[in-house]
C-alpha cells in the first residue's frame, strides 16, 4: 500500500485525539492530499464529527448500517469464507478530498478475540488472520479511492484494538495536555510504545502466511501536541505554563532517548534549521472557545469556518477570525511537518 498511516496515540483521555485527526486530516487535504480518517474508537465521535445530525440515521438506514469499520471485517472475526471487501465511505459535505471509515459503538467485541490472537504466538491458526484484518479494509478503501495518507483516531486505551492500530503506523503522533496525569501516561507511553514495536518486529513471521498478513510499519514519532489550555495575555495561563515545561522537558530528555533505542523516531534536525519547529513539541494549540460549537454545527475544523459560518460583526468578529487565523498557523505547521517528514525519509 502507497499511502502512508498516521496515528494520534495517547492513552490518557480528554487530550482532543479526535479533534486533532480531523483537523490535521482536513488540512492535509487543503495541500492536494486525499485523506482517509479510520475511526477506530466506539465513542464513534469522529464519525459524529463528520456526519452530523445524520448520525443516527446512518447506523438505522438499512443503505448505510453496516458501512463501519466493525461490520466490515466482521468476515474475519467470524471465520466466514467470504474475503472482506471496501465499504463506501463518507465524506463531510464541504470537503470531498475527505473520506471517512466510520466507527461502531460494539466495536470493542473484537477485544477479546484480537487480544488472543497477538498472544497466542499463532497456536490457534483461525486468529492469525485478525490482526491484520483492519489493515486488508485501510488498504482496499485506499486503493478504491485513491488515498494519500491514513489518520486513525484511537480510544483512550492500551487496548489489542490500540496495539494493532499502532503497528499499522508510519508515523505517530502524541497528543496531550497540561493536567497533572499527563506526565504519568507519558512515563507509561515510553514503555508500552517500545514493548508494541518490538513484538511487532518479533512476531513478523508469524503473520506472513495469514490471509490479510500484517505491515511492516516503522512506527516512527514526529512529536507531540499540547493542547486544551487558556491564554492569558496571548500567552498560556500561569496554572498551565509550569506543567507545559514539565511535558517538553520529559519529552526531550527521556520520551525521546526511550524511543530512540528502537528506532522509533524521526531526526528533525532538518525541521529545526528551517525554524519550522524547535523541538519535538510542534504545536500548541489552546482551547478553541465558541469557535468550537460553530465549527461543529458546520461540520468544518476551527480554521475553515468561514465569516458567514462564524455568523457575528464588529468586535466579536474580528475577535474570532484572528484567532481562527491562529488555528490555521496551528494546524498548518503540524500538516507541515508529517509531510516533511515523510517525504524526506
Given at each position: 500500500m502507497d499511502a502512508k498511516i498516521i496515528t494520534f496515540f495517547n492513552h490518557k483521555g480528554g487530550v482532543?485525539?479526535?479533534?486533532?485527526?480531523?483537523?490535521?486530516?482536513?488540512k492535509l487535504t487543503e495541500k492536494d492530499k486525499r485523506i482517509l480518517l479510520v475511526d477506530g474508537d466506539p465513542q464513534c465521535n469522529l464519525t459524529g464529527m463528520v456526519l452530523g445530525d445524520e448520525?443516527?440515521?446512518?447506523?438505522?438506514?438499512?443503505?448505510t448500517k453496516n458501512?463501519?469499520?466493525?461490520?466490515?471485517?466482521?468476515?474475519?472475526f467470524e471465520g466466514k469464507p467470504r474475503p472482506i471487501q471496501s465499504i463506501e465511505c463518507i465524506s463531510p459535505k464541504e470537503n470531498d478530498k475527505l473520506f471517512l471509515i466510520p466507527g461502531h459503538m460494539d466495536f470493542s467485541e473484537y477485544e477479546p478475540s484480537l487480544s488472543l490472537a497477538l498472544n497466542s504466538n499463532n497456536a490457534i491458526t483461525?486468529?492469525?488472520?485478525?490482526?491484520?484484518?483492519?489493515?486488508?479494509?485501510?488498504?482496499?478503501?485506499?486503493?478504491?479511492?485513491?488515498?494519500?495518507y491514513v489518520l486513525i483516531d484511537m480510544n483512550p486505551g492500551l487496548s489489542a484494538i490500540n496495539q494493532t492500530f499502532?503497528?499499522?503506523?508510519?508515523?505517530?503522533?502524541?497528543?496531550?495536555?497540561?493536567?497533572?496525569?499527563?506526565?504519568?501516561?507519558?512515563?507509561?507511553?515510553?514503555?508500552?510504545?517500545?514493548?508494541?514495536?518490538?513484538?511487532s518486529i518479533q512476531s513478523s513471521e508469524l503473520f506472513?502466511?495469514?490471509?490479510?498478513?500484517?505491515?511492516?510499519?516503522?512506527?516512527?514519532?514526529?512529536?507531540?501536541?499540547?493542547?486544551?489550555f487558556n491564554l492569558r495575555n496571548g500567552k498560556a495561563a500561569k496554572p498551565y505554563q509550569g506543567k507545559m515545561e514539565e511535558i517538553q522537558d520529559y519529552i526531550e530528555n527521556i520520551f525521546v532517548p526511550e524511543l530512540e533505542k528502537v528506532d522509533?523516531?524521526?531526526?528533525?534536525?532538518?525541521?529545526?534549521?528551517?525554524?519550522i519547529i524547535t523541538s519535538y513539541c510542534i504545536s500548541q494549540i489552546s482551547e478553541?472557545?465558541?469557535?468550537?460549537?460553530?465549527?461543529?454545527?458546520?461540520?468544518?475544523?476551527?480554521f475553515a469556518l468561514t465569516e458567514e459560518q462564524i455568523h457575528e460583526s464588529g468586535t466579536v468578529l474580528a475577535n474570532m477570525l484572528h484567532k481562527r487565523d491562529q488555528f490555521d498557523r496551528e494546524f498548518e505547521v503540524i500538516a507541515k511537518v508529517i509531510l516533511e517528514l515523510i517525504n524526506n525519509e
Open positions: 482532543s485525539k479526535t479533534t486533532t485527526t480531523y483537523n490535521v486530516g482536513w448520525f443516527d440515521d446512518y447506523y438505522t438506514n438499512e443503505e458501512n463501519n469499520i466493525k461490520d466490515a471485517v466482521k468476515v474475519a483461525t486468529l492469525q488472520n485478525l490482526p491484520g484484518s483492519f489493515y486488508e479494509l485501510i488498504k482496499l478503501c485506499c486503493e478504491r479511492y485513491s488515498i494519500d499502532f503497528m499499522y503506523s508510519d508515523v505517530f503522533l502524541v497528543p496531550t495536555n497540561p493536567d497533572p496525569f499527563s506526565i504519568m501516561a507519558l512515563k507509561t507511553l515510553s514503555k508500552v510504545l517500545p514493548r508494541w514495536k518490538k513484538w506472513e502466511e495469514a490471509s490479510y498478513p500484517m505491515p511492516k510499519a516503522k512506527m516512527r514519532f514526529a512529536g507531540e501536541i499540547i493542547q486544551r522509533m523516531l524521526y531526526d528533525i534536525t532538518k525541521l529545526k534549521s528551517e525554524q478553541f472557545g465558541a469557535l468550537l460549537q460553530k465549527a461543529n454545527n458546520n461540520l468544518v475544523p476551527v
